[in-house]
């Protein structure tokens, strides 16, 4: 209980310092521009990870040896999204989740090897595409390396240095998340995730995955108003993804703004912009989990 406490407590102090450093009004009068038009494709761009997401498990489930019905897969992952916006961590529902699939199937291990596989095809995809970002966009590129863009300023340099900073952090920070991945390393990572026939379909479907979450993103800040196209609001995403990676805060929210406030300044943008569209991104994923309180209130299994 003191945990959650505590983690609710980071996200929101975190989100009271970005309004103490940036300026409010203009955050709020950028909110007031969304048009609700772009809702309903933001929306079901949000709703696609999950059924991608879903069938991903059943694919690495049966990897595993295990079987996973379509319907209860959907079910239960919907469950674990819905539990992973409300609860600090963004893992509570998948220890949910895994835990009911061992109880179902008998096969404790297998079963919760295959949600932390599941869950890892997707963030290394994450990760691999934010670094390849970094390293293939040019003013990134050179802001990291040199550090001496002339047209940068002190904050810009700062930031660019500190992105490598940040990337060593999210490593120690999300350490503990990883050491039960390290602890099955051979036969069930080669088969669910290395094997010839298994990582071409983690691969795809993880991008496809991350690429629909970056796309929700992109069309919230279309919807805000925001003068930037849809494939450069989709690359200024990737590093604010990877912020939400990091297990301290209630499904990113904090980091996640401070990510986007970052990466806007970065870019020369205005800041306050980038936290606008990081909110209203939060606030979409949040509605496309709805159906796991559904879930939730239906299906007596899911409260045991």
Not at 169 to 176: E, K, P
Not at 192 to 205: E, G, H, I, K
Request: with cysteine; glycine share 8%.
């Amino acid at each position: 209980m003191i945990r959650i406490v505590l983690r609710w407590a980071l996200s929101l102090g975190v989100l009271a310092a970005l309004l103490l450093w940036l300026e409010p009004r203009k955050i709020a009068a950028q909110l007031a521009e969304l048009d609700f038009v772009w809702l309903l494709p933001a929306l079901l761009a949000a709703t696609v990870p999950t059924l991608l997401s879903a069938w991903r498990w059943r694919f690495t489930a049966a990897r595993l040896g295990l079987r996973l019905p379509a319907r209860t897969a959907l079910g239960d992952y919907y469950l674990a999204g819905f539990v992973n916006q409300v609860l600090p961590g963004g893992v509570v529902g998948d220890a949910w989740r895994a835990q009911r699939h061992a109880s179902s199937s008998g096969r404790t291990g297998p079963a919760w090897r295959a949600v932390i596989l599941e869950r890892a095809s997707g963030q290394l995809v994450v990760v691999l595409l934010a670094v390849l970002a970094l390293l293939l966009h040019e003013p990134w590129r050179e802001a990291i390396f040199s550090g001496l863009v002339d047209q940068a300023g002190s904050g810009r340099r700062g930031l660019a240095w500190g992105l490598p900073l940040a990337l060593a952090v999210l490593a120690y920070a999300t350490r503990r998340r990883w050491q039960p991945l390290l602890a099955v390393l051979g036969t069930d990572i080669r088969r669910a995730l290395l094997a010839r026939r298994a990582w071409p379909v983690q691969l795809f479907s993880s991008t496809l995955i991350v690429l629909c979450y970056l796309l929700t993103f992109a069309l919230a800040g279309r919807g805000l108003g925001l003068e930037l196209s849809v494939p450069h609001l989709m690359l200024l995403a990737l590093p604010v993804l990877l912020a939400m990676l990091i297990p301290l805060s209630v499904a990113g929210w904090g980091f996640r703004e401070g990510a986007a406030a970052g990466v806007w300044l970065f870019s020369a943008l205005p800041p306050e912009q980038g936290v606008a569209a990081s909110i209203t991104y939060g606030l979409i994923v949040l509605l496309a989990s709805l159906p796991g309180a559904w879930v939730l209130v239906l299906r007596p299994s899911a409260r045991a």
